[in-house]
């Protein structure tokens, strides 16, 4: 318990800091003066004083804040208002740019540390009556090199290929019976019958054997660069399968978060600077959704000033819009939460 608590802390911290950085150095840079930089949301635990700002320590670890002067009022000087929309738009994006970054850091370090891997052939063992696998071919016994550009080296290579191009056309390249390679065409499904999977094959590895493997810096740099873009491929795949399959998302609040870094600390560090980097780029994406007290939500008011030719909405307006979705967005933690907490005393886990 007391290692999950001081992961998830490190994590959440490491993660907040990272994002209130992006606003903050963006805000100095284009002259907004700042007012606060704390770490959680009050009550105030403690600050100090370093010029013309408190860096704080808060009660709720539920995140950070940057706060800066006027960010709805443009009177008085250095307040963020008073900025052009070109200004607002960077320092407003910048802290969930910063989370959409750190995953190429944190990839790349883990792909440097020294960690080991299950390889071999992938073979298929079975392939499903009218599925899309055997409507392109697909016979028991070939073995799959390649989905598109990518090496197969395991079945995770494997799923994970089909898993990004979800609903799109892949091209699986086989050797059948030891001879030659052959490209064979097919779409992974959406929402495949129970039991098939996406393209309706079984796989296996005939001779599994394990690996130490660690990449040079120079191959370690894009090969995160690719992870991190491969997780908004995935995310986007992930939202449209919701809505295809007709089922809710799996969704977690902070203690969910923290029971899943436990269980990933645990295992070593390079998956845990992989979880990391996809909380990062989670973090990112939901701070961009246009949902009032997030990041995005103050971007939207941005776009409707711009479509109402530079007429603000009126900052005590604004100001209100965004305390009620602050306020909303709380319940909305503290009902996750509850829900985590009974799936935790069920002795049950989001990864399984």
């Known amino acids: 318990m007391l290692t999950t608590i ?4 490190v994590l959440i911290g490491f993660l907040v800091i990272a994002h209130e950085l992006g606003h903050f150095v963006t805000a100095r840079l284009f002259g907004v003066k700042i007012l606060e930089f ?5 009550p105030r635990l403690f600050a100090i004083k370093r010029g013309e700002t408190d860096y704080s320590v808060n009660a709720l670890p539920l995140g950070g804040f940057v706060k800066m002067e006027g960010e709805e009022n ?10 052009s929309v070109g200004v607002r738009f960077t320092v407003l994006t910048a802290g969930s740019l910063m989370n959409a970054l750190l995953p190429i850091v944190l990839f790349s370090v883990g792909l440097m540390i020294p960690r080991e891997v299950v390889v071999g052939q992938v073979q298929v063992r079975e392939v499903a009556a009218n599925s899309p696998a055997e409507r392109a071919g697909l016979r028991a016994g070939d073995l799959i090199l390649r989905v598109n550009d990518r090496p197969v080296e395991s079945t995770p290579d494997l799923l994970y290929g089909l898993q990004l191009n979800t609903g799109s056309e892949v091209t ?3 050797k059948r019976d030891g001879f030659g390679q052959t490209p064979v065409r097919v779409v992974p499904r959406w929402n495949p019958p129970p039991g098939q999977g996406a393209v309706g094959i079984a796989i296996y590895m005939p001779t599994p054997i394990k690996q130490t493997r660690a990449y040079p810096v120079w191959e370690a740099v894009p090969l995160g660069v690719r992870k991190s873009l491969d997780m908004l491929t995935l995310a986007k795949n992930e939202i449209t399968g919701w809505v295809i399959r007709g089922v809710a998302p799996a969704v977690a609040g902070p203690v969910g978060i923290a029971q899943m870094t436990g269980e990933v600390v645990r295992v070593g560090l390079p998956p845990l600077l992989d979880w990391t ?4 780029m989670n973090f990112a994406i939901v701070n961009m959704l246009p949902l009032p007290a997030l990041d995005g939500g103050r971007i939207a008011f941005l776009f409707v000033e711009v ?3 530079g007429r603000r909405v009126p900052p005590e307006k604004e100001g209100l819009v965004h305390l009620i979705g602050f306020g909303l967005l709380i319940a909305l933690s503290l009902l996750i939460t509850y829900q985590d907490i009974l799936r935790i005393l069920r002795g049950e886990s989001l990864f399984s």
Not at 6 to 9: K, P, Q, T, Y
Not at 38 to 42: K, T, V
Request: hydrophobic share 50%.
């Open 6 to 9: 001081l992961a998830f802390a």
């Open 74 to 83: 443009p009177e008085g000087p250095g307040s963020l208002a008073g900025k």
């Open 38 to 42: 704390g770490l959680g949301f009050p």
């Open 277 to 280: 980097a996809l909380i990062s």
């Open 172 to 174: 699986l390249t086989i």
């Open 307 to 309: 479509l109402r030719r």
